[in-house]
């Protein structure tokens, strides 16, 4: 079975400037993780999708991040404007099923923000 | 309010010590699940274990042990005759009620050859 894909894996953008991440999860998870995991901390929680509906989006930065997950399978989280905070890595996990479900993550896109 | 405290930054030891990562939680709800995982230095976080509230049976799978005891809201992770493989930051996490996933900062764990 495949695992959580995510691309890219590095990205390095200047302050401002915009950078999208892809991220599709194991067949037939409908939960749908997005985190930031700054340098020498655990994962936050910045997103949930539930199939393609928003569960938790309350420690998204609304201003400047925005996550879509159209069709219920992968997703897409962009930022817009950068800031140099933005700079961490971004693991996407998913889920069989909301709630206890184990989540299985992927290797994450490391963004460096100048 | 949710909050997984893992006191413990860095640990160093020597190969074939056993060595415990501790992990506090704090959680008001009655129904919740932990979780133990795995950080190695490639990044990818990977799981290592679930228990869920009304499950206060330890476990033991190979040289991995984990005591979970409700009245210290502890849910501690032994490692038996560590191996260098085994250096990684490893992360307690809690998922209560509100399904919100709360990860502690982690511990490193060092093991020296």
């Known amino acids: 079975e495949a695992g959580v894909a995510q691309s890219p894996r590095y990205k390095i953008i200047e302050k401002r400037q915009s950078v999208a991440f892809w991220c599709n999860p194991i067949s037939g998870h409908a939960t749908l993780y997005w985190y930031q995991q700054i340098l020498g901390q655990g994962p936050k929680l910045l997103i949930q999708f539930q199939n393609n509906g928003v569960v938790d989006d309350s420690q998204l930065p609304k201003d400047r991040f925005s996550a879509e997950r159209l069709k219920g399978v992968d997703s897409t989280l962009k930022i817009q404007p950068a800031k140099l905070e933005d700079s961490a890595v971004y693991l996407c996990?998913?889920?069989?099923?909301?709630?206890?479900?184990?989540?299985?993550f992927g290797p994450g896109t490391r963004l460096l923000v100048l | 309010a949710q909050k997984v405290t893992q006191a413990q930054t860095e640990i160093s030891v020597v190969e074939k010590e056993d060595v415990t990562l501790d992990c506090v939680y704090e959680?008001?709800?009655?129904?919740?699940?932990l979780f133990w995982y795995k950080q190695p230095p490639s990044g990818e976080l990977v799981f290592l274990i679930r228990?869920?509230?009304?499950?206060?049976q330890n476990e033991i799978s190979g040289r991995y042990s984990w005591n979970f005891q409700k009245s210290t809201s502890s849910f501690n992770f032994t490692i038996t005759a560590s191996q260098v493989v085994d250096s990684a930051v490893y992360f307690c996490?809690?998922?209560?009620?509100?399904?919100?996933?709360?990860f502690g900062t982690g511990t490193r764990l060092k093991v020296l050859a």
């Open positions: 996990a998913s889920s069989a099923i909301r709630g206890g479900e184990t989540q299985y």
């Open positions: 996490a809690l998922r209560g009620g509100t399904y919100k996933y709360i």
């Open positions: 959680t008001r709800d009655t129904t919740y699940y």
């Open positions: 228990r869920n509230s009304f499950d206060e």
